[in-house]
């Protein structure tokens, strides 16, 4: 519908006959009221001040009942069909993405209860309602328009009605108890161009669809008039008198004719129509109760095939196009001849293992523009085939190389109907009968087209959240670091789950960054909420602890200063933060807490675990809180687990259940690092209950044994570059590897002699770790970074980083307390 031309619904007391009041009631996607008409007020007893932003459950009637004392006409037919549909509730949830009706009963106030007179009729407590519920598409709020109307004004109105068609024709045609549609209405192309303006994004060709179905099976849809817009619905129970004297003359004609008539009884055959017609629409019910459970596209797929064998037909075929299958976005353009169509499904009642080998699924193929299929796909129309000749059969056959189709499909019935949503053909479903079987018809085609037209909103929910799942989880693991499993001292293993609901793109990051001193930095960090904008904040911080990390910043001192920034960047969102550094040479590791879940520390003697008892500090963004650190004595091989919180808490129960369940998990013995996770994963991930997003983080202390480490202390006199030389060849010899010492030995000097051009005071510091690599570090007193540079031929400076590049394995330069340290690492050779 066109959203701001809403119309109030309210028909005044002065209305034609067979006009009735309506309910006019707009429910946005959190499912708060935001318009209430006065006939909703009237209905529903509510002042608009009172359901406005009000949820429309408490509101609205939500359970669907059959009358109690209603004559069976003009009613009783109603109730049964009330019977095949949802409650409202459903509609309200957002359970339902096609147009439903219904019937329910519901309390209303007193007449002195209510703040204006009543409508007549109103002195009882229950009022017996009809509603009719649209689903709003679009880029606005609002999500579900309902119209209600007194079931009791349509049975007074039916009654008026009645007590005209004794006394002539009213030039009106019955088609529902106090509903009526003018014989003579502007015509079928007036009202496929108006539908559009009352049904949420319907077009031109979909309004025309249905116009056809109005035409072709004789019932409406809607009502229209010049002031109002009423749903109707089918009226089994009463004959329309205009169709019945249509049918007299056709078979008076035919006797006069000659010709064989129809039944003599014009009503049995009116009544065998009826028949026919309402139960397609109990099939077409029973079909939009089956598809749709879930939006995963292969069960979607797979419902949709099997809802129509074998009622509807005896063989279902489903093609969708390659972008659909691929999860990837709506696709574009008109099909053409090359487009590849992959065949996702096949449903029939053959015996097992017939269409398997000829036509399996899985198998992706273009249609030639002769075909049926083409025609279907590129104008988005059923197609229609009463029985497929041999010349057909043999057409459709040429397409399967080498295997021969036709004693499947020749001789049977064919309809061929489109997959749409929003006026792009995702796909469509060829339908075979057996030959035996009634062909199909032009009723079966209308059926088939809305069955496809449900289908086809169904399969692109589905396709629209394997898009954005595909989507949230390309983002999400972009702004995720790739960890190398072994840092200095360190064994390093992650792992990260994305939250159980869609779209549930979280804050949640883990990282480790190499600091001076072969020490390395653990971070886990979860921004608080979901969506982009917490997976943007989360990037930002990610990127700043980084930065700062890099800066060489005691842990409580970062943090003050990511707090820091996070006030610059606004108040919108806070964060938890867990920052510890480890050194492997002092064997311990230093902790500071922003708000954060504890760590766990695993001791390799025993294996015992523990929650460690940290300052727990304010979230990231509060502001004002200073921030504390702890030492920490580790021994080789004791591992800490840090992790968020959508591990351990699981909504209505205490989060100290997932602490201490943890730590049994973390202590569990495992052959690897990865194994270790996994045990973690599977102990806390199967509770149930889990819709946050997880980063798990473990590292395995190793530590560096002293007789691994070298230093020296070098004074601020060129000289001591020799010495420098020299200590580092004789180290290298002593540890076995004197296949690195030429090449250390140069780099060494080169670094050495800038230390102690730029030193100021301090003597200069030259380290030797042997670990996996070879690390060389060269601390000095100058804040400065060097850069690299590219000299020139008569330059004096300039080539000492541009060996240490060449010749490094990697290299790089960090701030420190007192200044700045070199280092570069080499690859150790194979023993």
Not at 18 to 36: F, N
Not at 753 to 777: I, K, Q
Request: proline share 7%; with cysteine.
């Amino acid at each position: 519908m066109n959203r701001g031309t809403e119309t109030d619904g309210a028909v005044a007391e002065q209305a034609a006959s067979g006009r009735i009041p309506l309910a006019v009631v707009v429910v946005d996607r959190e499912g708060l009221v935001s318009h209430w008409s006065s006939g909703a007020r009237r209905l529903f007893g509510a002042a608009k001040e009172e359901a406005i932003g009000h949820p429309a459950v408490d509101l609205l009637p939500v359970s669907g009942v059959l009358p109690e004392d209603d004559d069976v006409s003009p009613y009783g037919a109603y109730a049964a069909y009330d019977g095949l549909g949802h409650d409202l509730e459903s509609s309200l949830d957002g359970r339902l993405y096609y147009p439903a009706a219904g019937r329910a009963r519901l309390t209303v106030p007193e007449r002195s209860e209510m703040g204006d007179t009543p409508p007549e009729g109103w002195g009882r407590d229950r009022v017996d309602v009809l509603w009719w519920a649209y689903p709003l598409v679009g880029p606005g709020s609002e999500r579900l328009l309902v119209l209600g109307a007194d079931v009791g004004r349509l049975q007074e109105d039916a009654r008026e009605q009645r007590g005209a068609d004794r006394h002539g024709d009213t030039g009106y045609e019955r088609v529902a108890p106090g509903f009526a549609l003018h014989t003579d209405f502007p015509g079928a192309d007036e009202l496929a161009r108006r539908l559009p303006e009352i049904l949420p994004s319907m077009s031109v060709d979909e309004s025309a669809r249905i116009v056809g179905q109005i035409l072709e099976l004789g019932y409406p849809v809607l009502e229209f008039s010049q002031n109002d817009r009423v749903p109707v619905t089918p009226d089994w129970g009463v004959p329309r008198r205009v169709e019945r004297r249509a049918r007299r003359e056709r078979a008076a004609r035919a006797a006069a004719q000659g010709l064989p008539s129809a039944p003599d009884d014009p009503d049995e055959a009116e009544d065998l129509e009826y028949a026919a017609v309402r139960e397609r629409l109990e099939f077409l019910n029973e079909v939009s109760g089956r598809i749709g459970t879930s939006l995963d596209l292969s069960r979607t797929i797979i419902e949709v095939s099997k809802a129509v064998v074998p009622r509807f037909t005896d063989v279902a075929g489903t093609y969708l196009r390659e972008q659909v299958v691929a999860g990837e976005g709506f696709p574009e353009g008109v099909p053409d001849t090359t487009t590849m169509w992959h065949r996702v499904a096949v449903e029939h009642t053959d015996e097992p293992g017939r269409w398997d080998d000829v036509v399996p699924v899985g198998e992706a193929m273009p249609f030639p523009a002769h075909t049926p299929f083409f025609q279907c796909m590129t104008t988005g129309d059923p197609v229609l085939v009463p029985r497929i000749s041999e010349e057909m059969g043999h057409a459709i056959a040429s397409q399967f190389e080498k295997r021969d189709i036709r004693p499947l499909i020749t001789g049977r019935s064919m309809l061929v109907v489109p997959l749409k949503a929003r006026d792009v053909v995702l796909g469509f479903m060829i339908l075979l009968r057996h030959p035996e079987r009634p062909v199909f018809n032009d009723m079966d085609r209308v059926t088939g087209a809305e069955l496809a037209a449900r289908a086809g909103l169904v399969l692109d929910n589905a396709r629209m959240y394997t898009y954005q799942e595909s989507v949230a989880e390309a983002l999400q693991d972009s702004m995720l670091p790739h960890i190398p499993p072994r840092m200095a001292g360190c064994d390093i293993a992650t792992r990260y789950l994305p939250g159980t609901l869609l779209g549930r793109v979280g804050g949640d990051w883990f990282d480790s960054v190499k600091l001076p001193g072969a020490r390395t930095a653990l971070v886990v960090g979860d921004v608080m909420g979901h969506g982009l904008n917490s997976a943007a904040m989360m990037g930002q911080l990610r990127t700043a602890v980084q930065t700062m990390a890099a800066l060489d910043l005691p842990p409580a001192r970062l943090l003050r200063n990511l707090d820091d920034l996070a006030q610059r960047l606004g108040d919108t969102y806070l964060a938890t933060c867990l920052y510890a550094v480890y050194d492997p040479i002092a064997s311990e590791i230093q902790i500071a807490n922003a708000g954060h879940i504890p760590p766990v520390l695993v001791r390799a003697d025993g294996g015992h675990s523990e929650l460690l008892d940290l300052p727990t500090g304010a979230p990231i963004g509060v502001g004002g809180v200073p921030f504390e650190a702890v030492r920490v004595r580790v021994e080789p091989g004791d591992r800490i687990v840090m992790c968020t919180d959508g591990l351990v808490e699981v909504r209505g129960e205490d989060i100290g259940v997932g602490l201490a369940t943890l730590c049994e998990s973390a202590a569990h013995p495992a052959a690897s690092m990865d194994d270790a996770c996994d045990t973690i994963i599977r102990a806390l991930n199967t509770r149930g209950g889990r819709k946050d997003d997880v980063a798990l983080l473990m590292a395995r202390l190793n530590g560096i044994a002293l007789q691994d480490v070298a230093e020296w202390r070098l004074a601020l006199d060129p000289v001591e570059v020799g010495r420098a030389r020299a200590v580092v060849r004789e180290q290298l010899h002593d540890w076995g590897l004197e296949r690195l010492a030429d090449s250390a030995e140069l780099m060494v000097s080169e670094l050495v002699t800038n230390a102690l051009r730029h030193s100021h005071t301090r003597p200069v510091e030259l380290r030797l770790v042997r670990g996996d690599t070879l690390l060389c570090e060269v601390d000095d007193d100058d804040h400065d970074l060097p850069t690299l540079l590219n000299a020139g031929p008569a330059d004096e400076s300039g080539r000492g980083l541009r060996v240490v590049s060449v010749l490094a394995r990697e290299w790089g330069t960090s701030r420190t307390a007192t200044g700045k340290a070199v280092w570069f690492e080499l690859t150790l050779p194979r023993r």
